[in-house]
Every structure is written in structure tokens, then in C-alpha cells.
């Protein structure tokens, strides 16, 4: 095992080098942790930022790719979205979704951080281009990283409560946003 000193030099040295991936498997929670080493003075903040907006964008971009690569040439749901409920009626309506509302979507789901996996795959299957997309996604992802970095700043020492109270934000955003949909697709029928 490390000693509490090897371990420190490690983080100090290497710190944004480990904590890179880290970020990518599971962004607010390391972003946190990230804030509070920085106030430590292990690393720079600024540094800390650059890194966390650098890995949550590529994350983004990963999402986006999956879902613009899932769909076969023609157009057409793979046979495991089409069982999954992912019609060529559905897919085309999330197309013109995307044509309207594509920006709104995604920082909405950035921010409230339960759907954005599955937004940001979708506008990757609903063909958005790649600079609008980069745009909101950047757009949304700066007062979002600031936001987790600074409560990991101010609250670091008490960590695990943070998560759990990130977990529970979180989905009661998910809940929000769900009866918010479900409003919205009973007023259009």
C-alpha cells in the first residue's frame, strides 16, 4: 500500500492525469472531489476547470456518436430500438424535435444531468449537426462544472453527503422533467 505521503506526491504530480478518466466514468461526483483538491492547493482550479470541461465535452461527444452510428444507412431503427419502441414514426418526430428545439433540449438535459445521456444519444440518431450541438452542450456544461466544482470547494470535507444529496436533486429532476413531458404530451392530443 501507499503511505499517506507517497499517495499525496502521487496526487500532486499526477492528479489531473488520474483523475481525467475518472471524470469521464462519473462526471459530478469526481468534479466535486476535484473542487476540493484544488482548494487543498493540490492543483490549480483553473487547471481542474479546463480538465473537467475538456472530459465532460468529449463524454458528450461520445454519447452523440453512439447515437449517430446506431442507425443504419437507410434510416431505420435497428431491429433492438424498434422492439424497444423506437418506430420509424417516433424516430422521425425526434428528428424534427431536434430541428426545432435541439439547443433547449440538450441544455435542459445537461443541466438536469438524468436525461443527458439519453438526449445527447438521441441527438446524435436525430442527425444534429455537430457544431450546434457542440455549442449548447458547451453552453450548458460551463455553469455546470463551475456549479460542482464550487461545491466541492466549499463543502469537500463533507463529500459523501454531496453525493447523496446530488443523487437526489438529480432524480427528482428526472421526476420533474417526466411529469413536465407528460403535461405537455397530454395537452397535445
Not at 431536434?98 to 441527438?123: D, N, P
Request: charged letters at 15%.
Amino acid at each position: 500500500m501507499f503511505s499517506s505521503d507517497t499517495l499525496e506526491a502521487l496526487i500532486r504530480s499526477h492528479g489531473l492525469l488520474i483523475m481525467t478518466p475518472l471524470v469521464i466514468l462519473e462526471g459530478p461526483l469526481v468534479t466535486v472531489i476535484a473542487g476540493y483538491l484544488a482548494r487543498l492547493h493540490y492543483f490549480s482550479l483553473s487547471a481542474v476547470f479546463i480538465m473537467v470541461l475538456a472530459v465532460e465535452v468529449f463524454g458528450d461527444i461520445l454519447f452523440y456518436s453512439l447515437g449517430r452510428w446506431v442507425i443504419n444507412a437507410d434510416g431505420q431503427p435497428p431491429g433492438w430500438l424498434a422492439r424497444l419502441g423506437l418506430t420509424q414514426a417516433r424516430l422521425e418526430k425526434m428528428v424534427k424535435s431536434f430541428e426545432h428545439k435541439g439547443g433547449r433540449l440538450l441544455v435542459i438535459a445537461k443541466l438536469t444531468h438524468s436525461a443527458g445521456a439519453l438526449v445527447l444519444t438521441g441527438a446524435g440518431m436525430a442527425r444534429m449537426p455537430l457544431v450546434p450541438f457542440l455549442f449548447y452542450n458547451i453552453l450548458a456544461a460551463i455553469p455546470k462544472s463551475l456549479f460542482l466544482l464550487s461545491i466541492g470547494w466549499m463543502f469537500g470535507d463533507v463529500l459523501a453527503q454531496v453525493n447523496n444529496g446530488l443523487q437526489y436533486v438529480s432524480l427528482f429532476l428526472l421526476i420533474v422533467l417526466g411529469v413536465a413531458m407528460v403535461i405537455w404530451l397530454r395537452s397535445k392530443r
